[in-house]
Antibody
Framework: EVQLVESGGGLIQPGGSLRLSCAAS????????MTWVRQAPGKGLEWVSV???????YYTDSLKDRFTVSRDTSKNTWSLQMNSLRVEDTAVYYC???????????????WGQGILVNVSS | TQLTQSPSSLSASIGDRVTITCRAS??????LAWYQQKPGKAPKLLIY???TLQSGVPSRFSGSGSGTDFTLTISSLQPEDFATYYC?????????FGQGTKLEIK
């Protein structure tokens, strides 16, 4: 059974750093498109980043200078390092598995339960 | 690529046929997915590649479209279908979502 479990969220002051992790079971992260999506309180979904099986990554333009994705194949996890956090980064962050449609396109077939990041002084 | 969903909210009754539209600001071929989200829960994949039903999703859900115009149709609303629906384009980065359509009970 495929499962995704996020960890590492919480309350952080503006300007601080936080590292979210997503533990996967039932599949191997290194062979899938591992994605982060966030949702600000009461708002819609925002795609954040993806880490490809080959190791390349993509980010939404407004976040690419502050957020970095990585993976640990030995633990079957991947992470989102978030630096210089701002109040507007407050959101529930979801990790999701991308299932390939083509070599570039994928859809999100499994999601974690989400974890809250609250950036506030 | 921007996605515009319409309507933003919709009131309907059990048994109604409902259609939600998603329009892309540029052509995205068939690279569109639909998700359902209930309050406090993660989104759930319903349809991908515009019209392919995800395994386990009831057949009352269907999708169509290509290029810039897409639709999600629920043929006969059930109580568990009242939720917010999002489209997402899978054509180019960033993989943007529509703003959502909240489906409420009339």
């Amino acid at each position: 059974e495929v499962q995704l479990v996020e960890s590492g969220g919480g309350l952080i002051q503006p300007g601080g750093s936080l590292r979210l992790s997503c533990a996967a079971s039932g599949f191997t992260v290194s062979t899938n498109y591992m994605t982060w999506v966030r949702q600000a309180p009461g708002k819609g979904l925002e795609w954040v980043s993806v880490l490809y099986p080959a190791g390349n990554s993509y980010y939404t333009d407004s976040l690419k200078d502050r957020f970095t994705v990585s993976r640990d194949t030995s633990k079957n996890t991947w992470s989102l390092q978030m630096n210089s956090l701002r109040v507007e980064d407050t959101a529930v962050y979801y990790c999701a598995r991308g299932h390939a449609l083509t070599t570039m396109q994928y859809y999100l077939d499994y999601w974690g339960q989400g974890i809250l990041v609250n950036v506030s002084s | 690529t921007q996605l515009t969903q319409s309507p933003s909210s919709l009131s309907a009754s059990i048994g109604d046929r409902v259609t939600i539209t998603c329009r892309a600001s540029q052509g995205i071929s068939i690279y569109l997915a639909w998700y359902q989200q209930k309050p406090g829960k993660a989104p759930k994949l319903l349809i991908y590649a515009s019209s392919t039903l995800q395994s386990g999703v009831p057949s009352r859900f269907s999708g169509s479209g290509s290029g810039t115009d897409f639709t999600l149709t629920i043929s006969s609303l059930q109580p568990e279908d009242f939720a917010t629906y999002y489209c997402q384009q899978l054509s180019s980065y960033p993989y943007t979502f529509g703003q959502g359509t909240k489906l409420e009970i009339k």
